[in-house]
């Protein structure tokens, strides 16, 4: 009964030990799929991301906002001639100068308003540039390289008793449903991003259309502010991603299973609570409000 017992031991830890091998290995690849999809998404401008959702966003702007943009437009020049004839006493002192500045700030309005899209993607394609150079110096150091670990691992496990790789075997489940709830977290704050942009984007004319007077512009410079810290906000969760990078090439090296597992669900938990912290920090630096 002695070899039935034994035989029933190393079979039950062999299956254990394959599990835990498999869980580890799959723990590794979704994160680095995940890492890598960051840097994919971020690095691309809103037309590009998903261009049906883009155009149908530019139509409904074009369509339904510009002429609302329109009417405001008028409103804030009518605002803007009437306080430039009372501001000199009533015509009394009135420069004829004045009519001259108030038509090229017409043209200047009017051309920013039919330009919207173009002044837009002019500000996204700024913050890409910068975005695409900073996953360049990245690019190739992304991934955490778990051979190190994966090649020492299966002897720590067989040192190991039945029990422990029971629990070890429970501590890997967990881990695992703990960071996929990490990966649907950065997922949602990447494509939230994208859905924020589309947003912002659509209703793009209204602010835009305010700028000719300087009270009204308020309205359109801190749309431009927030325009800004969301195109930026890119590169912040490139230089996220990249220290996220250099952290985990650490992790392979450390002296245990255990102390592999939560270094790797520690820096990713790190991970997802800088990339939720990007926006205010954007927003912040480019005093949008």
């Given at each position: 009964m002695d070899w039935l017992f034994g035989w029933l031991t190393d079979w039950i830890k062999q299956g254990l030990i394959d599990?835990?091998?498999?869980?580890?290995?799959?723990?590794?690849?979704?994160i680095n799929a995940e890492v890598g999809n960051i840097a994919a998404n971020v690095g691309q401008t809103p037309g590009d991301w998903n261009p049906p959702v883009f155009n149908m966003v530019r139509t409904l702007s074009e369509t339904a906002v510009i002429p609302v943009a329109g009417m405001i437009l008028t409103f804030v020049l009518c605002y803007?001639?009437?306080?430039?004839?009372?501001?000199?006493?009533?015509?009394h002192e009135f420069?004829?100068?004045?009519?001259?500045?108030?038509?090229f700030k017409t043209f200047v309005a009017v051309y920013i308003l039919t330009h919207t899209f173009d002044i837009v993607m002019g500000v996204f394609a700024l913050a890409q540039n910068v975005i695409n150079t900073s996953a360049g110096v990245i690019s190739g150091s992304l991934e955490v390289n778990a051979g190190?670990?994966?090649?020492?691992?299966?002897?720590?496990?067989?040192?190991?008793?039945?029990?422990?790789?029971?629990?070890?075997?429970?501590?890997?489940?967990?881990?695992?449903?703990?960071?996929?709830?990490?990966?649907i977290c950065i997922?949602?704050?990447i494509f939230g991003r994208m859905i924020e942009i589309y947003l912002t984007v659509s209703i793009a004319p209204?602010?835009?259309?305010?700028?000719?007077?300087r009270e009204w512009g308020?309205?359109?410079?801190?749309?431009?502010?927030?325009?800004?810290?969301?195109?930026?906000?890119?590169?912040?969760?490139?230089?996220?991603?990249?220290?996220?990078?250099?952290?985990?090439?650490?992790?392979?090296?450390a002296a245990s299973v255990h102390a592999a597992i939560w270094g790797t669900v520690g820096y990713t938990v790190l991970l997802a609570f800088a990339l939720?912290?990007?926006?205010?920090?954007?927003?912040?630096?480019?005093?949008?409000h």
């Open positions: 599990g835990i091998m498999a869980r580890f290995a799959g723990l590794y690849d979704a803007e001639l009437i306080q430039l004839i009372i501001e000199k006493n009533n015509m420069d004829t100068f004045n009519i001259y500045k108030w038509i190190a670990a994966l090649a020492t691992l299966e002897a720590q496990l067989q040192a190991m008793g039945i029990w422990e790789l029971m629990g070890l075997f429970l501590e890997t489940f967990l881990i695992n449903i703990c960071l996929w709830i990490l990966m997922f949602v704050i209204i602010p835009l259309a305010t700028m000719a007077n308020q309205i359109g410079n801190n749309y431009l502010k927030a325009l800004f810290a969301l195109a930026f906000q890119g590169f912040l969760i490139m230089v996220c991603v990249a220290i996220y990078a250099i952290l985990v090439q650490t992790i392979p090296d939720f912290k990007t926006s205010s920090l954007s927003k912040s630096l480019f005093s949008a």
